[in-house]
């Protein structure tokens, strides 16, 4: 049967068919040479995060260990908890096991691991300059719809408080967020001659739990279309929207600090300020003062790539009865532990030394066993936990210096 849309079916994953074609010639010439038994370890890390990133979210973990348990693959899986906020060169994950067994699912589980903690860590960068103000994934239609709830859940872990996706809010257990489109007033403006009739007929039909948000600025200055609003549904009105174009924005700020102070003056202070429209982390941090909530999407959606990579850092020598590190140039050989210290002071150490925090605080060691090959899923988090435990982790970067710090030490302790 002809595909409906150009995408890979679960099954095709499973099987490890969504492969580089390399792979699969490699996994033929070991079989050929006899090397099928060859027993590795392989860590997936970031040797160098984006542009002006001072740390990165880990996520996509639950998918890669479903995609191991459903592929019925016989290895043994170490990481990082789903949600870690991570520095580059710092072991994420370790599969464990004859290197033939899941040669083929490098591709996939990197695909994974990669688009979820991008997306993750964008959410999670713009959430940091928001904190305690609402940001909202308005991005789903910037992506193919198949993947649209894969983002939603990814913009939702990093920290997103809601998503407008109705599939992707119905997977996550959230009600959906959201508005009202432009297309809504124009249709009124075309047949009423009144684009403000939307706003009457949205608070008439719409359920009365769904926040009254207008959007306020379809035809006329924000401003004014604020005040209108507010005067049409009074106490009713939770908020005012602005998603002015770019060729008539100006300055948002400007525009923001206009409509508040008009809605404040003419005594409609409890009337929130929601801005979205190619907002990104910058116009985060200048808005935050000043809007209760952002809707954001392409930025999220479309954000820098977070190149997680594997490569095989030991073997097991079956003549000497042990794990010998060997890897690449230019990679750390070893199986490798993380531990953390308060203030995000990370050590990277040899698997099973220690290490002594600087300040006396008790290390935490991050790499934890996951996926046991006898007994499957060791650890599984809901997404609305991993999100709490990214929003923790935001919260005590704010009382440092706002990164992640990173050092080697091959010393026990």
């Given at each position: 049967?002809?595909?409906?849309?150009?995408?890979?079916?679960?099954?095709?994953?499973?099987?490890?068919?969504?492969?580089?074609?390399?792979?699969?010639?490699?996994?033929?010439?070991?079989?050929?040479?006899?090397?099928?038994?060859?027993?590795?370890?392989?860590?997936?890390?970031?040797?160098?995060?984006?542009?002006?990133?001072?740390?990165?979210?880990?996520?996509?973990?639950?998918?890669?260990?479903?995609?191991?348990?459903?592929?019925?693959?016989?290895?043994?899986?170490?990481?990082?908890?789903?949600?870690?906020?991570?520095?580059?060169?710092?072991?994420?994950?370790?599969?464990e096991g004859n290197y033939i067994d899941f040669a083929v699912y490098e591709t996939p589980i990197l695909g994974i691991l990669r688009h979820y903690s991008s997306i993750s860590s964008k959410a999670a960068r713009i959430k940091?300059?928001?904190?305690?103000?609402?940001?909202?994934?308005?991005?789903?239609?910037?992506?193919?719809?198949?993947?649209?709830?894969?983002?939603?859940?990814?913009?939702?872990?990093?920290?997103?408080?809601?998503?407008?996706?109705?599939?992707?809010?119905?997977?996550?257990?959230?009600?959906?967020?959201?508005?009202?489109?432009?297309?809504?007033?124009?249709?009124?403006?075309?047949?009423?001659?009144?684009?403000?009739?939307?706003?009457?007929?949205?608070?008439?039909?719409?359920?009365?739990?769904?926040?009254?948000?207008?959007?306020?600025?379809?035809?006329?200055?924000?401003?004014?279309?604020?005040?209108?609003?507010?005067?049409?549904?009074?106490?009713?009105?939770?908020?005012?929207?602005?998603?002015t174009p770019s060729s008539r924005r100006g300055n948002m700020k400007a525009i923001v600090e206009e409509v508040k102070w008009t809605l404040e003056l003419a005594g409609y202070r409890n009337v929130k300020i929601i801005v979205s429209g190619g907002l990104d982390e910058e116009a985060v941090s200048e808005l935050s003062d000043l809007v209760d909530s952002f809707g954001v999407g392409t930025s999220i959606a479309f954000p820098p790539s977070v190149d997680i990579s594997m490569d095989i850092v030991e073997y097991y020598d079956e003549g000497l009865g042990k794990w010998v590190p060997l890897t690449k140039r230019g990679k750390m050989p070893g199986f490798k532990q993380v531990y953390r210290c308060s203030g995000f002071r990370d050590f990277i150490t040899p698997f099973n030394s220690t290490v002594k925090c600087p300040d006396g605080s008790e290390p935490e060691a991050l790499i934890r066993k996951v996926y046991d090959e006898s007994s499957g899923v060791l650890v599984s988090s809901k997404p609305s936990d991993v999100r709490d435990h990214v929003l923790a982790q935001l919260s005590e970067l704010k009382k440092s210096n706002g990164s992640v710090s990173v050092y080697f030490s091959s010393l026990g302790g």
């Amino acid at each position: 049967m002809e595909r409906a849309f150009t995408v890979a079916s679960e099954d095709e994953v499973i099987r490890g068919e969504v492969t580089d074609v390399y792979f699969i010639r490699t996994v033929d010439v070991l079989k050929a040479a006899g090397l099928d038994k060859v027993k590795v370890r392989a860590e997936f890390h970031v040797m160098s995060l984006p542009r002006d990133y001072e740390w990165a979210v880990y996520t996509g973990l639950s998918e890669v260990l479903e995609l191991v348990r459903r592929a019925g693959l016989k290895v043994n899986v170490y990481s990082m908890p789903e949600g870690t906020v991570f520095q580059a060169k710092e072991p994420l994950m370790i599969i464990e096991g004859n290197y033939i067994d899941f040669a083929v699912y490098e591709t996939p589980i990197l695909g994974i691991l990669r688009h979820y903690s991008s997306i993750s860590s964008k959410a999670a960068r713009i959430k940091y300059r928001a904190m305690n103000k609402q940001c909202l994934f308005f991005g789903a239609r910037a992506l193919h719809p198949i993947i649209q709830p894969m983002a939603d859940k990814a913009a939702y872990m990093g920290g997103c408080d809601g998503v407008a996706n109705v599939v992707g809010a119905r997977l996550l257990g959230i009600p959906a967020s959201g508005t009202m489109p432009h297309a809504l007033m124009i249709v009124f403006k075309a047949v009423k001659n009144d684009h403000t009739l939307a706003w009457v007929w949205f608070d008439r039909v719409v359920p009365g739990d769904v926040p009254r948000i207008v959007l306020a600025d379809t035809f006329l200055d924000e401003r004014e279309e604020a005040l209108m609003a507010a005067k049409l549904l009074g106490e009713r009105l939770s908020g005012v929207r602005l998603d002015t174009p770019s060729s008539r924005r100006g300055n948002m700020k400007a525009i923001v600090e206009e409509v508040k102070w008009t809605l404040e003056l003419a005594g409609y202070r409890n009337v929130k300020i929601i801005v979205s429209g190619g907002l990104d982390e910058e116009a985060v941090s200048e808005l935050s003062d000043l809007v209760d909530s952002f809707g954001v999407g392409t930025s999220i959606a479309f954000p820098p790539s977070v190149d997680i990579s594997m490569d095989i850092v030991e073997y097991y020598d079956e003549g000497l009865g042990k794990w010998v590190p060997l890897t690449k140039r230019g990679k750390m050989p070893g199986f490798k532990q993380v531990y953390r210290c308060s203030g995000f002071r990370d050590f990277i150490t040899p698997f099973n030394s220690t290490v002594k925090c600087p300040d006396g605080s008790e290390p935490e060691a991050l790499i934890r066993k996951v996926y046991d090959e006898s007994s499957g899923v060791l650890v599984s988090s809901k997404p609305s936990d991993v999100r709490d435990h990214v929003l923790a982790q935001l919260s005590e970067l704010k009382k440092s210096n706002g990164s992640v710090s990173v050092y080697f030490s091959s010393l026990g302790g």
